[in-house]
């Protein structure tokens, strides 16, 4: 009888030793069959010294407001702008801020958008189609990034200028992203 629940222990351990190893590996990019094979340049935050990382800090409050003061207000002139190379440049988190920044680069073409990101949880190459939504909140007009893809966060883009495109969901507890024309 002891050698019979000695074997099953020790098959219950062999078997949840398992699981735990599968389960640390490290998951399949998910890539649309419109790009298979999007390319991004390395990561730019790597060994990065801000100690304001995980706040908003003045540069990248800066950045925002200049955004918004000259931000574009028509779907037409935002579409023709976002073609190209944006990168992750500021970053802030609402709630628990970390010590970690993301990285984040999108590509857009006229219909599809390519997005790698990586941060301490997540690293994911995908590829989408896009559009742009017009918004009407609190009799203030505004746009928003639209995909087919379940990945809110980090392309919840709201806020649309030359150089920069961003959204910042801090004052709920959310987070902030901010990408630079590169």
């Not at 640390?24 to 790009?35: G, R």
């Not at 801000?50 to 002139?77: A, H, K, L």
């Amino acid at each position: 009888m002891t050698s019979q629940l000695l074997t099953r222990t020790k098959l219950f351990l062999l078997v949840g030793l398992m699981l735990t190893v599968y389960s640390c590996e490290k998951p399949v990019e998910a890539l649309d069959t419109l790009n298979p094979h999007p390319v991004s340049p390395p990561c730019l935050f790597e060994g990065q010294e801000n100690s304001m990382d995980g706040y908003i800090d003045d540069t990248e409050r800066s950045w925002m407001m200049d955004c918004f003061s000259g931000s574009y207000q028509s779907v037409e002139e935002i579409k023709a702008s976002l073609l190209g190379d944006w990168e992750l440049v500021g970053f802030g988190e609402g709630w628990a801020p970390s010590l970690t920044q993301p990285c984040g680069h999108i590509t857009f073409d006229e219909t599809t958008l390519n997005f790698d990101f990586e941060n301490e949880f997540i690293d994911t190459t995908l590829a989408t189609s896009w559009t742009l939504d017009s918004t009407f909140s609190l009799n203030v007009k505004g746009f928003k990034l639209v995909t087919d893809i379940d990945f809110t966060d980090a392309l919840d883009l709201r806020v649309f200028c030359e150089e920069f495109i961003f959204h910042d969901a801090t004052p709920s507890d959310g987070n902030m992203y901010i990408y630079r024309r590169i």
